[in-house]
């Protein structure tokens, strides 16, 4: 594999087997993790996703495998409609990850935590994050009308990072291209750590059969946020990256990313993923098999 792609995808996946549409359940879902991590694509997996709820489920599953891996986790916290709902899901889940690091710390931990925050002010969602002290909070946010601001307030705090959604079982779960774009663009401006969740399977955009949402690109992604690093592009520039469905417009070597004559270097890419955290896929299978049509892997 060419250096620009081995730094584009290196730790890209958070597994998430556990959720839609692949849907297996804990014992399944662990044993092909880790099945991942004993094999080629290990260069794409990271963290294995868990509920914040279900880790003491983890736990059992943990008993029945023999595996020589230590692994970190991503959590998934409950989240609330309000501050006060917000703030009584954030104990629970910081109960449940205590009681699960207890026992299991030495060999998989708890490093990012996510959550869907509710419409209230950033204060009191941190405040309610305190007790979830070990690990990194990405924060998803909609990609609605506020979310300059609401990026901007997340950037300032220095406290969290953000998190936005891709897609899922419904249309109306995929983001434009513009919105995406938006997101990438605000995120990488303000030096704003961020990761990306649901309907990423695939390195080119494509409809997806079951929701007809429009499914983006991973490749896609990360080449607009390399070449944001390099060009500082501006939305209408991502959108054009976000949106293209020709494999052939994009170039991978040693040296960096060319799309449409417009090149990305190994530095600029480097750049953009130690801001983009990754995302959290349910299969990592489905992008190999892709990569290898592509006969990028």
């Known amino acids: 594999m060419v250096a620009s792609l081995e730094a584009m995808l290196d730790g890209v996946i958070d ?4 959720f839609p549409p692949a849907n297996l359940t804990m014992l399944p879902a662990l044993k092909e993790y ?47 409609a309000d501050s006060s709902a917000f703030f009584a899901a954030c104990k629970s889940d910081a ?15 708890v490093e990012a935590f996510e959550v869907k925050i509710p419409s209230a002010p950033l204060s009191s969602i941190l405040s309610a994050l305190k007790p979830i002290d070990q690990a990194e909070w990405f924060l998803e946010v909609p990609l ?29 779960a995929f983001p434009s291209a513009a919105a995406l774009g938006g997101f990438l663009k605000e995120c990488i401006d303000l030096n704003l750590p961020f990761k990306l969740t649901a309907g990423l399977h695939h390195p080119i955009p494509r409809d997806d059969p079951q929701s007809g949402g429009a499914m983006h690109g991973f490749l896609n992604v990360i080449t607009a946020a390399a070449l944001i690093e390099e060009m500082d592009l501006n939305r209408a520039e991502v959108e054009r990256i976000l949106l293209d469905r020709d494999p052939r417009n994009f170039a991978f070597d040693d040296d960096g990313i060319e799309w449409r004559g417009q090149n990305a270097t190994l530095d600029s890419i480097g750049q953009a993923r130690m801001l983009f955290a990754g995302f959290g896929s349910c299969s990592v299978r489905e992008p190999v098999e892709d990569l290898q049509h592509l006969g990028l892997w």
């Open 144 to 172: 609605d009308d506020n979310l300059s601001d609401t990026l901007s307030e997340i950037a300032v705090s220095e406290a969290a990072s953000a998190k936005a959604r891709t897609g899922g079982l419904e249309k109306s």
């Open 34 to 80: 880790l099945a991942h991590l004993d094999s080629d694509e290990q260069l794409l997996v990271n963290r294995f996703v868990c509920p914040a709820a279900r880790l003491t489920e983890l736990g059992a599953a943990l008993r029945e495998v023999e595996s020589g891996f230590e692994f970190g986790i991503t959590a998934v916290g409950i989240g609330g």
């Open 95 to 109: 109960d449940a990850i205590k009681a699960f690091e207890d026992e299991w710390e030495a060999q998989c931990w």
């Open 15 to 18: 597994y998430a087997g556990l």
